[in-house]
């Protein structure tokens, strides 16, 4: 019997696009055609092995002291770090550089060709940006590059490249400082660029288990004329089609929040109130607070020199989309966990002191922002228990050899409103023994990941969203998708194991799986002194690579 006419034309439509993506190069999802319905998104996507083409490093022709680091997703430019083009001088003479970061222009397969001849007059890779981090004295020689070599540099770049935020560590000074640039694929035809230092920044976020929960995209901005986030004031823009961005810093003791988005005041925002979703009304004030932005330093950047101006003069500006700071504000970790336990005194509190006399040591990760709503960001925090030291001590003097009848360390998930310091606590965690700071610290980070897996269906949870076992996983910071973290049938036989038979862990997962947010970027290669093979770029078929490899 022949097939009805709509099965015909659907086989017909899948094979004219699968030819379609094999001309290409480019395959969606490879486990369906395999005969394997995989569960990853429906944007993923591999490519054929003769659409994938590898750059020799020695063709790009980019600067001796430049170390490049890495490719954006979409293979258009090279991000690279080392001294700026410039060199400037004190009033007493002193020559002044700057680490700087550098973009060059991804080279085409036409500029290659074009390397053997002698008589071109282009580059093959043409710088057209620098953002510069941190400026020092040379001491009248040319061992600047040594900085590069010796200063920790994370980079974070959003998605859609639109934005980034460099972490630059002085460890030897004890400064650290923090960059928030515009993306140069933004500013192609502009001159000068807006930039934001923080040049006394702490950077607590080094200490967790990535940076890649630091940065997401966002259409929420708090209205600037409102300067307080309780409940009745939860007015708020927003945007249109273009996104914003929130990026957040840690600062050991919680989180300072930059709302993000280019000609913020030009923008044609919907001003809203929306109710929050959150259980619990907030007694604190101070959980959430608007900063004044006073230790923030903006700067116009020349972008093929670096060159730093505080003001620049308005008819040196260009139009064109220009980045700022909408909002900024500060999240206290320590009055949240304050607030919580006001309603669990029982807890940490005894007959004989019914009132917490001080907080306890806690340690906090982030897990998401806008897994519920673009209002809200999901975080868990840890905390050891006051009692469990006089607990222990009593059933020692007793001479008693059994464990202390309280847990020794506490954790709770909750999800807090950004804009109005409503919550909602989730589940609760315990630990029977252990209360160390170490431990806490390595403990946040561990529920944060684990929930983090249940959130976007990633690795055992994949298989079995009901999941409930807190793994110890493997992890690795690679700016690269990978189909099989989201392959139910690939995790099936590790999530359904009953802890008789030992099953092996099929795979580490990527983080980039857990956060596709942003990517990470980081001279830790340049640092160590450890060669690197090849560069893979993300979403494009390219690749740099030492032609002996």
Same mark, same amino acid.
């Given at each position: 019997?022949?097939?009805p006419r709509? !099965?015909?034309?659907?086989?017909?439509?899948?094979?004219?696009?699968?030819?379609?993506?094999? +001309?290409?190069?480019?395959?969606?999802?490879p486990?369906?055609?395999?005969?394997?319905?995989?569960k990853?998104?429906?944007?993923?996507?591999?490519?054929?092995n003769?659409?994938?083409?590898?750059?020799?490093?020695?063709a790009? $022709?980019?600067?001796?002291s430049?170390?490049?680091l890495?490719?954006?997703?979409?293979g258009?430019?090279?991000?690279s770090?080392?001294?700026?083009?410039?060199?400037?001088?004190?009033?007493?003479?002193?020559?002044?550089?700057?680490?700087?970061?550098?973009?060059h222009?991804?080279?085409?397969?036409?500029?290659?060709?074009g390397?053997?001849?002698?008589?071109?007059?282009?580059n093959?890779?043409?710088?057209?940006c620098t953002?510069?981090? /941190?400026? +020092?004295?040379?001491?009248?020689d040319?061992s600047?590059?040594?900085?590069a070599a010796i200063?920790?540099?994370q980079?974070?770049?959003?998605?859609?490249?639109a934005?980034?935020?460099?972490?630059?560590?002085?460890? $030897?000074?004890?400064?650290?400082?923090?960059?928030?640039?515009?993306?140069?694929?933004?500013?192609?035809?502009?001159?000068h660029?807006?930039?934001?230092?923080?040049?006394?920044?702490?950077?607590?976020?080094?200490n967790?288990?990535?940076?890649?929960?630091?940065? &997401?995209?966002?259409?929420?901005?708090?209205?600037?004329?409102l300067?307080?986030?309780q409940?009745?004031?939860?007015?708020?823009k927003?945007?249109?089609?273009k996104a914003?961005?929130?990026?957040?810093?840690?600062e050991?003791d919680g &989180?300072?929040?930059?709302w993000?988005?280019?000609?913020?005041?030009?923008l044609?925002?919907?001003?809203?109130?929306?109710?929050?979703?959150q259980?619990c009304?907030?007694?604190?004030?101070? /959980?959430?607070?608007?900063?004044?932005?006073? !230790? /923030?330093?903006?700067?116009w /950047?020349?972008?093929?020199s670096?060159?730093?101006?505080?003001?620049?003069p308005?008819?040196?500006?260009q139009?064109?989309e220009?980045l700022?700071?909408?909002?900024?504000?500060?999240?206290?970790?320590?009055a949240?966990?304050?607030?919580?336990?006001?309603?669990?005194?029982?807890?940490?509190t005894?007959?004989?002191?019914?009132?917490?006399?001080?907080s306890? !040591?806690?340690?906090?990760?982030?897990i998401?922002?806008?897994?519920?709503?673009?209002?809200?960001?999901?975080?868990?925090?840890?905390?050891s228990?006051?009692?469990y030291?006089?607990?222990?001590?009593?059933c020692s003097?007793?001479?008693?050899?059994?464990?202390?009848s309280?847990?020794?360390?506490?954790?709770?998930?909750?999800?807090?409103?950004?804009?109005?310091?409503?919550?909602?606590?989730?589940? &609760?965690?315990?630990?029977?023994?252990?209360?160390?700071?170490a431990?806490?610290r390595?403990?946040?980070?561990?529920?944060?990941?684990?929930r983090?897996m249940?959130?976007?269906?990633?690795?055992?949870h994949?298989?079995?969203?009901?999941?409930r076992?807190?793994?110890g996983?493997?992890?690795? !910071?690679?700016?690269?998708?990978?189909?099989?973290?989201?392959?139910?049938l690939?995790?099936n036989p590790?999530?359904?194991?009953?802890?008789k038979?030992?099953?092996?862990?099929?795979?580490?997962?990527a983080?980039?799986?857990?956060?596709?947010?942003?990517?990470?970027?980081?001279?830790?290669?340049?640092?160590?002194?450890l060669?690197?093979?090849?560069?893979?770029c993300?979403?494009?078929?390219?690749?740099l690579?030492? $032609?002996?490899?």
């Amino acid at each position: 019997m022949p097939k009805p006419r709509n !099965e015909r034309m659907s086989e017909r439509v899948n094979l004219c696009r699968g030819l379609y993506h094999r +001309e290409t190069g480019s395959l969606q999802n490879p486990f369906h055609l395999c005969g394997r319905k995989g569960k990853q998104p429906a944007q993923t996507s591999c490519w054929y092995n003769f659409a994938r083409k590898s750059i020799p490093f020695a063709a790009l $022709e980019t600067s001796g002291s430049d170390a490049v680091l890495a490719i954006d997703r979409t293979g258009s430019f090279l991000i690279s770090i080392g001294k700026a083009r410039h060199k400037i001088s004190t009033s007493d003479g002193e020559d002044i550089q700057s680490l700087a970061i550098h973009f060059h222009a991804m080279p085409s397969p036409s500029s290659l060709v074009g390397t053997r001849n002698n008589d071109r007059h282009y580059n093959v890779s043409p710088h057209f940006c620098t953002i510069p981090l /941190i400026t +020092e004295s040379c001491n009248g020689d040319d061992s600047f590059f040594n900085l590069a070599a010796i200063t920790p540099v994370q980079i974070l770049l959003s998605s859609d490249g639109a934005v980034g935020a460099a972490f630059v560590q002085r460890s $030897e000074q004890n400064e650290s400082a923090i960059v928030i640039f515009p993306s140069p694929s933004n500013h192609l035809n502009q001159e000068h660029v807006k930039v934001f230092n923080l040049p006394n920044a702490r950077i607590g976020a080094v200490n967790t288990h990535t940076l890649r929960n630091l940065l &997401w995209k966002t259409h929420l901005i708090p209205n600037k004329s409102l300067g307080s986030f309780q409940r009745n004031s939860n007015r708020i823009k927003k945007l249109g089609n273009k996104a914003g961005y929130l990026f957040f810093n840690d600062e050991d003791d919680g &989180w300072r929040i930059f709302w993000i988005a280019y000609n913020v005041e030009d923008l044609d925002c919907e001003i809203t109130e929306q109710k929050s979703q959150q259980k619990c009304e907030a007694v604190r004030s101070d /959980i959430i607070q608007p900063c004044d932005g006073s !230790e /923030i330093d903006v700067s116009w /950047i020349n972008v093929s020199s670096g060159i730093t101006n505080k003001n620049l003069p308005e008819q040196n500006k260009q139009s064109g989309e220009e980045l700022s700071i909408a909002f900024e504000a500060y999240l206290n970790i320590e009055a949240l966990l304050c607030e919580i336990l006001l309603n669990r005194k029982h807890l940490v509190t005894t007959k004989d002191s019914p009132e917490l006399k001080r907080s306890p !040591e806690y340690f906090y990760s982030l897990i998401s922002y806008g897994a519920n709503d673009e209002r809200s960001i999901n975080l868990v925090v840890v905390f050891s228990n006051p009692r469990y030291e006089k607990v222990k001590a009593k059933c020692s003097s007793n001479q008693r050899n059994k464990k202390a009848s309280v847990p020794a360390s506490y954790g709770v998930y909750v999800t807090l409103d950004l804009f109005d310091q409503s919550y909602s606590e989730g589940d &609760w965690v315990m630990n029977s023994t252990k209360h160390d700071p170490a431990f806490l610290r390595r403990w946040a980070n561990k529920l944060a990941v684990n929930r983090r897996m249940r959130e976007m269906k990633v690795g055992p949870h994949s298989a079995d969203p009901d999941y409930r076992k807190f793994l110890g996983v493997n992890l690795h !910071e690679q700016n690269r998708e990978e189909f099989l973290d989201y392959d139910s049938l690939f995790w099936n036989p590790f999530a359904k194991k009953d802890g008789k038979q030992a099953v092996a862990l099929p795979k580490t997962i990527a983080m980039s799986s857990l956060y596709p947010s942003c990517d990470v970027i980081t001279n830790s290669p340049v640092i160590s002194g450890l060669p690197v093979g090849a560069i893979e770029c993300r979403d494009f078929p390219v690749s740099l690579m030492y $032609e002996n490899t």
